[in-house]
């Protein structure tokens, strides 16, 4: 059987062809009652990532709620002689905040506080743009997704400031500082964020536009 | 139940927008972009076996050596402390905060490890012309560890803390902070001279695996 490109009908899957997420071989499902696994690296294989709307949304709500106590809550808490003062985030960047301090401070500002907002609500677009079907500004868009996926490990760079500040104070009875309650929330907030990006299926951008929307799917 | 392969093998669909197209054939340095989305579809790397498998094996010793000496130090009244990587996941985990710690760890040491090891294994498995089924078992796991893999975000980490301690204590930045700096550097160009779909063209498919291993059972049933 051979196929013929047809602009009428551009996408994979108005083909009824799968593409193998791992290898990238093109495929074609042997049953339609089965699922099927790519003949040449044996992953199992469907036509968009299965439950991808609602496993996104899932880990993009559950990052919003943690990014509340991680910010709240303290990330690192200083012992000296005159007692123990505590810190959240964005005391953290105020701290760096000098004249000569200032590009570092600027640097876990936008990590940690803006990118994590930015890529929920980026995240959060998309959805709802793909839910709703939309057929505008879909190359916008995809640039947009693949921003997300590029800068959010970025957030991790407090959670590696905390831990390597905390491992290498320790001059008791001088001083110590010890990590605070907000960071497993902070490290939970970049994980969800990251397996959000993960979960969602930047093809469905595109399905409305080629006709191929709720098909197949 | 295995899905049918296609007739045409130059057929792909964009990972990124699921356009069928033709994937042209490249000459090595040149690239192929999705029409649609824009995505890149594939970049030929020139020698790309042999050039990655040189920036692996320097990768691997550098590795080893970023995990076994301090990365940082401080000194202040006369009292000295040092840290390595591992020493800060350690401290985590001492201190109560498990959960982090493990991600601490896994980011910052495991998933870099692995990513190296996969990576040899990968190149050296793929020396032979029909690289053999598990080639493409590491080159699955090798993407996603990718993802997980942070050195560079914990360097950045590493330079706000110094910077943060350097207001109370002398710091000493390690050995290790240095190594850890040139081996970003070696993994981006391990990535950059890459092509893994030189080894999915080459590598043997599950299907036949599995064909001939039914064969050769059949053949020692009617034997017996």
Partial sequence: ?217 | MYNQALSDASLIGCPHCDLLQRLPALEPGESARCPRCGKELWRRKEDSLQRPLALTIAAALLYVVANTVPMLGLTVVGREAFTTVFGGALHLWNAGWESVAVLVLFTAVVAPGLQIGLMLAILLGARRVRPHRWVGHLLRYYSTVGTWSMIEVMILGVLVALIKIAELAKVIPGLALFVLGVLVFLIAAIEASFDPREVWQRVEWAEAAERQRAASKNMTEAAS
């Fill in chain 1, 1 to 217: 059987m051979s196929t013929v490109l047809d602009p009428a009908v551009p996408s994979a899957i108005q083909r009824g062809l799968q593409t193998c997420e791992c290898c990238g071989l093109l495929s074609r499902p042997a049953s339609r009652a089965e699922e099927g696994r790519c003949p040449r690296c044996g992953r199992g294989l469907e036509f968009r990532k299965p439950a991808s709307l609602q496993r996104t949304w899932a880990f993009l709500i559950g990052a919003a709620i943690c990014y509340i106590p991680a910010n709240v809550l303290p990330v690192m808490m200083t012992t000296t002689f005159s007692g123990t003062e505590s810190d959240t985030i964005l005391q953290g960047v105020v701290f760096l905040w000098s004249p000569t301090g200032w590009p570092l401070s600027l640097i876990v500002l936008i990590a940690s506080i803006m990118i994590p907002v930015a890529k929920i609500s980026a995240l959060g677009y998309l959805l709802i743009t793909v839910k709703r079907g939309s057929i505008r500004n879909n190359g916008q868009r995809i640039r947009l997704y693949r921003i997300v996926e590029i800068v959010g490990r970025w957030s991790m760079v407090d959670v590696f400031v905390d831990t390597f500040t905390a491992a290498l104070v320790q001059l008791q009875p001088l001083m110590s500082v010890e990590p605070g309650p907000g960071l497993p929330f902070f490290a939970a907030v970049v994980v969800l964020t990251m397996l959000a990006a993960e979960s969602f299926d930047p093809r469905l951008i595109w399905d409305p536009s080629s006709g191929a929307a709720g098909k197949e799917i």
